[in-house]
């Protein structure tokens, strides 16, 4: 970073001054700190991402996947070496735990790893004598120019599910990262250029709208992956579509955990716990409701409340911290206000974190764990995305009655059951609306050999990140039929 503060863009192969960019400050959720000031990159800006990504194509879809991987292979071992290092940015930059950053790390390391997989993964089909004589082929090829939108909550591991896939795949890519958390991006594409890629191949450009706006409508940009919250991944969605891209969004989440009486408590509060709290509650797959059935209800409330209550709460970088803060005042002051309006809508305060004061950090924008008893399964507080360490405790009387409430829910990203009976998982599991199921998990995020799903309002598209839908996602269909005539093949 230059000695100013101003981040910079990375096309090229060059770290870039932004040529006409305002510039918006960033700082240490934990401290209130200013860390750096990123660019908000003009027009003319990402027009010189795309052209650098544009022109680097052509030479990179001829090299050999085999080649291409190699420098996967490098960066997951730069990656290894560099793990703590990285994660510490992404703690200070993000606020969460230095546990839960490293974790988020191993989980997107993981895509680069199958991403290496892609002389196999990118294979397709044949056969021979569709007619006399007559071979048909299906194979695959990379797009172009592709890019990638992410938000603050997963800085390493988000942009991670995309850019692997896309280059392993022989396009050339864009990363505009989320403006809150660049650091840890920057150190990673740091890492990237050692690997030796050839210039132009990945690329990233700081901005907001004004930049996201740019790709959507840029000729060269022939596919966008979104990741953010609901309002915004329509707007990608159906802007993307206009002018003819291939779009992929994952959206909000407002994810339910249904807790059996025939539950291991100890296990279901600690999962739950980990699942609601977890990075401040910012995570899309973070269990907000809990639906109590049953006889589940009073000793389920007394558990998850007491663990709670225990969980210390600071900063991140402290090893014995398990919760960090949110991201912003602006965050703070949103989650306290619906909690506010789930107290005014009749729910019961069982622990109530707001106004949170930690004394070494005073400045910081720090929530603690909230349990609110008694809400309403329709209210503002079940429909909306809280993205902060919330809990609503619903009561449901019977199983039927639980599915009932998550179906009513206008999100699909993950649901969770807690339960020993296998009949009552599989029914759930058959039945609940959403695209990743947890059967005694609290936090169901698939591997990365897997698609991260997602259903109704929390993804648009067809093909999801991670895995073989990213490849399906990240490449062309070529269908050719051939023939050869025996008369041609006797003159040789
Ligand atoms: P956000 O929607 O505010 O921002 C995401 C990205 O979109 C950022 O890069 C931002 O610069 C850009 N952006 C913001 N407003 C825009 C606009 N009007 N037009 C174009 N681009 C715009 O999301 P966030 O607050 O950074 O992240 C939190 C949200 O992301 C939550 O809703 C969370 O559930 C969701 N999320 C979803 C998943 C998933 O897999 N479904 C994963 C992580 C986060």
Known sequence: M?????????????????????????FNPATGERLADVPLSSASDVAAVIEAAEAAFPAWRRTPPEER??????????????????????????????????AELRRGIENVEVACGIPTLMQGYNLEDVARGVDEFMIRQP???????????????IPLWFLPYAIACGN????????????TMRRVFELLAETGLPPGVANLVNGDKRAVDVLLEHRAVRAISFVGSTAVSRYIYSRGAEFGKRVQCQGGAKNHAVVLPDADLETATQ?????????????CLAVSVAVTVGDAR???RDSIAAMANSLQVGSGLDEA??????????????????????????????????AAKIPAYADGYFIKPTILDDVSPDG???????????????????????????????????ASIFTNSGAAARRFRYEAPAGNIGINIGIAAPMAYFPFSGWKDSFLGVLHGQGRDAVEFYTEKKVVVERWLKEWSRKF
Not at 4 to 26: C, S, V
Not at 143 to 153: S, Y
């Open 321 to 354: 911290v398990q919760m960090g803060p949110v991201i912003s005042p602006q965050s703070r002051a949103r989650v306290e206000s619906l909690i506010e309006k789930g107290v005014g809508e009749g729910a019961r305060v069982l622990l109530d974190g707001r």
């Open 271 to 283: 999962i739950i716990g980990d699942s609601a709290f977890g990075c401040a509650g910012q995570r």
């Open 2 to 26: 230059p000695n100013n503060g101003q981040l910079t863009n990375f096309i090229n192969n060059q770290w870039t001054p932004a040529r006409e960019a305002e510039y918006a400050p960033i």
């Open 172 to 183: 050339t890519f864009i990363l505009k990262p989320s403006e809150r958390v660049p650091l």
């Open 143 to 157: 797009l172009g120019v592709v890019a990638a939108i992410t938000p603050f909550n997963f800085p390493a591991m």
């Open 298 to 300: 009073k000793d389920f």
């Open 69 to 102: 991987i190699q420098f996967l292979f490098k960066f997951k071992h730069l990656l290894e070496e560099h793990f703590d290092e990285i994660a510490r940015i992404t703690t200070t930059e993000n606020g969460k735990t230095l546990t839960e950053a490293r």
């Open 380 to 414: 503002e507080l079940s429909r909306t995305e809280i993205f902060g360490p919330v809990l609503s405790l619903v009561h449901a009387d019977t199983v039927d009655e639980a599915i009932d409430i998550l179906s009513r829910n206008a999100y699909g990203n993950a």
